[in-house]
């Protein structure tokens, strides 16, 4: 599913944190949204997952415009910058979550809960870790068990907010490799946020660039090294 | 230098005195009193005294009042803080504020303001009394006070606790797509409920307790008091009124008691889990 938005405005009482931003995340692809600290990445994912309202602008999920609907009704798979995982819950039922929400006649039965949490448990390589409080967890597990918990409920969209930012450098590497072996095999349509370039380019087929809340650029890797289009691209990816 | 100022014997023993003068003096000296002056005529007039129809029908009014306003402060308290900590409007700070309102004011004040509601001669009155409702001096009346001098107990303890929590994992139990239901009972009730339950249990303290703004609405008639009222009108009769009184006095020193008993207990089971997760 494609995921788009149009002429997004939006401002924090005196303070344009977005504007005029129109991007299009195709079917199947990994987006990147590359920026520096404070330009506004998170509040046009939030936008995106409808847990903001934009001030003007349009927000389309496979060509529908979902501006008005409500984050519950999006459901977007949603990995936030600092996990939001549920404290008072065990991995299991952290990644349960979105299956028991579901409404009655949706609502898949206990084998099969259990089935899909078994499989994503695997996907993540958390087998055994069930029982386990996010507390009783490091960085790089809770991370791994936030992209579960987003899975769960196969979400058309993934959104991704800085997903290795707390983390060291090794297990960035790792999460890194995983998440494109993983998009590779199923083509979830992505749009991930970092402010780390050599993530962005090695991760994604296009790259956004951002800076003030607004669109610097966009285009391949390739593109964006070989001709940045203003002093900001320029100097951000130190060409 | 700093031996002479934090760990100097004579300091430590100080302290610890002036402290355990006080409990005696302001606590342990009390409950004595109370339980002697109680028992001084036997265990026979003693029950005699709570068997009587006033001593019953006292323990049975309190226990109603708390019964009614500990859950409709509960519910105004949770709506408080939900209110105040997921939502941006205008004048929040001060509504915080105005929660805290009954703590400043005096409970006679509060009883006051009712009665000039609600009382014959009041705002409402007339109307009232042409509808044969009747408020003053009756079982609404006493709610209103309590629950007057009792509401921002349940919602002052959960409007830090649940800042301090955020909304992170109400945003994202709501892009797994939890309605406002599932998204309360399921996320952000298990994050507060001990909160809650303390503030039940101090609401329902003061709610037992309350005297000043009940004396006002609830008056002195017969059936209509509650324990502090009935204690008081014993105090004043003739004929072993101190006994009587003492007595009365003593089952609300009990159930002071056992709230405290499970405010302690409440307090143990909440902070062994996260004691026992530190080592
Ligand atoms: N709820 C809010 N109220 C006021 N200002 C906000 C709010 N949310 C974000 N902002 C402001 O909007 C700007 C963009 O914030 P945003 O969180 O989108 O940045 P970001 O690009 O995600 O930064 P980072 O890389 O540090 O996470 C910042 O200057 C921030 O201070
Ligand atoms: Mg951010």
Redesign the interface.
Known sequence: MSVAVQNITKSFGAFPALYDVSLEVKTGELLALLGPSGSGKTTLLRII???ELPDSGLVSFAGEDVTDK???E?????V?Q?Y?????MNVFENIA??L???PRRKRPNREAVTKRVGDLLQLIQLEGYEKRLP??LSGGQRQRVALA??L??EPRVLLLDEPFGALDAKVRKDLRKWLRHFHERTHLTSLFVTHDQDEAFELADRVVVFNQGRIQQIGSPDDLRKNPQNDFVREFLEV | MKRATTDHWLVRYLLIGVVLAFIVVFLAFPVFVILYEALKLGLQFYFSTLGEHQSRSAVRMTLLVALTVVPVNTLFGVCAAWAVTHFQFKGKALLISLIEIPLWVSPVIGGLVFALIFGRQGWLGPWLDDHGIQVMFAFPGIVLGTAFVTFPFVARGLIPLMQSQGSAEEQAALTLGANGWQLFWRVSFPKIKWGVLYGMILCNARAMGEFGAVSILAGTVDDKMTMPLQVEQYYLSMDQGLSKAFALASVLLLLSAVTLVVKIALEWRHLVPSARRLH
């Open positions: 997952a409808g847990l409500s984050a519950y999006r459901k977007a798979g949603f936030f600092h939001a995982l549920f404290q008072h979550f979105g028991r929400v579901l507390s009783q918990r987003a769960a409920i």
